[in-house]
């Protein structure tokens, strides 16, 4: 059973341009979470999804960030214009009802 | 949620027994007591979740006094391969699973050497 499942690995952009971060669940998962990881910090919840739902996205900036969970496909963190202050450690989690939230290893975007 | 308080680093040497306390004096009545492991450049992983007295399983144990105000969380005979930060974390429901945001502190840093 593969764990979750986050791409790409590493992601470069420059100032202005668009970063989209995917994240496919856990098998048999319908709740996703994105969080952001700054250097020497713990993660920061950005956004809580379920097929098709936003459910909570009191840590999602007010602009120019996005998330969608599609009932077909992977999940989509989506950062518009980005700039150098983006530059983080973006984590993906799923679970199931009553089970711990289970993390992929990561998407690091550099902005140059 | 009730904020967490932990060693910002600790550390230890090949087969030794390691305990990290957190403490929690704000716990709530369901609040559960979580912890998770991080390595450099991976993702938290989940270790163990108690609600009060003492769990274990193949890798851990957490010990929670009957006050709840504190936890443990104990490794036995750590290794190199040891090395992360671990994080504890409270919440309710049980926390961490579908529903509850977790929220991540700083963590303590654990130095395994030989």
């Known amino acids: 059973n593969a764990g979750v499942m986050q791409n790409p690995r590493h992601l470069v952009r420059r100032r202005g341009q668009e970063a989209r971060l995917r994240c496919s669940p856990m098998?048999?998962?319908?709740?996703v979470y994105w969080y952001r990881q700054l250097p020497e910090e713990g993660l920061k919840f950005m956004v809580y999804?379920?097929?098709?739902?936003?459910?909570?996205e009191s840590g999602m900036p007010k602009e120019r960030f996005s998330a969608e969970f599609p009932k077909e496909g992977p999940s989509i963190l989506r950062i518009q214009q980005v700039v150098r202050g983006d530059s983080a450690a973006y984590f993906c989690a799923s679970s199931t009802t009553g089970e711990p939230q289970h993390f992929g290893d990561g998407t690091r975007l550099s902005i140059l | 949620l009730a904020k967490t308080t932990q060693p910002i680093s600790m550390d230890s040497y090949e087969g030794q027994e390691v305990n990290i306390t957190c403490s929690h004096n704000?716990?709530?009545?369901?609040?559960?007591i979580t912890w998770y492991q991080q390595f450099p450049s991976q993702g938290p992983r989940f270790i163990i979740q108690?609600?009060?007295t003492k769990v274990t399983n193949e890798v851990a144990s957490l010990f929670i006094p009957a006050d709840r105000k504190s936890s443990t969380l104990s490794l036995p005979r750590v290794s190199l391969s040891d090395t992360a930060v671990y994080y504890c974390l409270v919440g309710d429901l049980p926390y961490g699973g579908a529903t509850n945001k977790l929220i991540f502190g700083t963590g303590t840093l654990l130095a395994v050497q030989p």
């Open positions: 108690g609600y009060k």
């Open positions: 999804l379920q097929k098709e739902n936003i459910i909570d």
């Open positions: 098998k048999g998962h319908s709740h």
């Open positions: 704000n716990i709530a009545t369901n609040d559960y």
